[in-house]
């Protein structure tokens, strides 16, 4: 079965500098895809980033990026100049491309983000 | 808007009982998931639902059902309730599928269920 890994419980930023938020996970699939969800205290859960694992070229979507290794099975997220409004829960999650779409994606424990002003 | 409604928000069940989490939402939304977290753990998928009357298993199906007779509710059935099940779920919706840009999942705010 696939798991996703998320070491770090909490991590704290200064406002304005960057952070990485790590995740790992494992899979014997070769092909899928993994994501990064950001949850605020609204409970919405929303999509980040996503990246396919066929694709060499790491994701990049405005402030936030990942460092995908696919050998390692590691899927970090850099948010570079932290904003306030990025203070939230963040949640790695994995899914394997299936015929007719699937929405059976597996996440991580989370990693609760604190902004510093 | 309501959002997401999930009840009861806690439940002590014996082993062996059944009951039935209720979900419904009212943001029109065809996609619906149903989600255990357990201690210390990661969101598993129980089921999902693509739209009334369409379902499929997620990865953790086993001693579970669902229905969707109607695009507002997705409740999710126990038969013979055991420890195991002891978690918290959540009901989630999506306007589009979960891995879809400016499609946010809406959670519920979740019902902790005790089995003893």
């Known amino acids: 079965a696939q798991t996703v890994t998320q070491s770090q419980p909490e991590m704290s930023v200064q406002e304005a500098e960057t952070v990485t938020l790590s995740c790992t996970y494992d899979?014997?699939?070769?092909?899928?895809?993994l994501f990064w969800y950001k949850q605020p205290p609204s409970r919405q859960m929303i999509l980040v980033i996503r990246q396919e694992a066929y694709k060499q070229q790491n994701a990049t979507e405005n402030r936030f990026s990942v460092n995908f290794q696919k050998a390692a099975k590691s899927f970090s997220l850099k948010i570079s100049d932290s904003q306030l409004g990025d203070a939230a829960m963040y949640f790695c999650a994995y899914r394997t491309p299936l015929q007719g779409g699937s929405e059976k994606l597996v996440f991580g424990k989370g990693t609760k983000l604190t902004v510093n002003p | 808007n309501a959002g997401v409604t999930q009840t009861p928000k806690f439940r002590i069940l014996k082993i062996g009982q059944s009951m039935t989490l209720q979900c419904t939402q009212d943001m029109n939304h065809n996609y619906m998931y149903w989600y255990r977290q357990d201690p210390g753990m990661g969101l598993k998928l129980i089921y999902y639902s693509v739209g009334a009357g369409i379902t499929d298993k997620g990865e953790v199906p086993n001693g579970y059902n669902v229905s969707r007779s109607t695009t507002e509710d997705f409740p999710l059935r126990l038969e013979l309730a055991a420890p195991s099940q002891t978690s918290v779920y959540f009901c989630?919706?999506?306007?589009?599928?979960?891995?879809?840009?400016?499609?946010?999942?809406?959670f519920g705010n979740g019902t902790r269920l005790t089995v003893t």
């Open positions: 989630a919706s999506s306007y589009l599928p979960a891995s879809s840009y400016n499609s946010p999942l809406h």
């Open positions: 899979t014997s699939e070769s092909d899928y895809y």
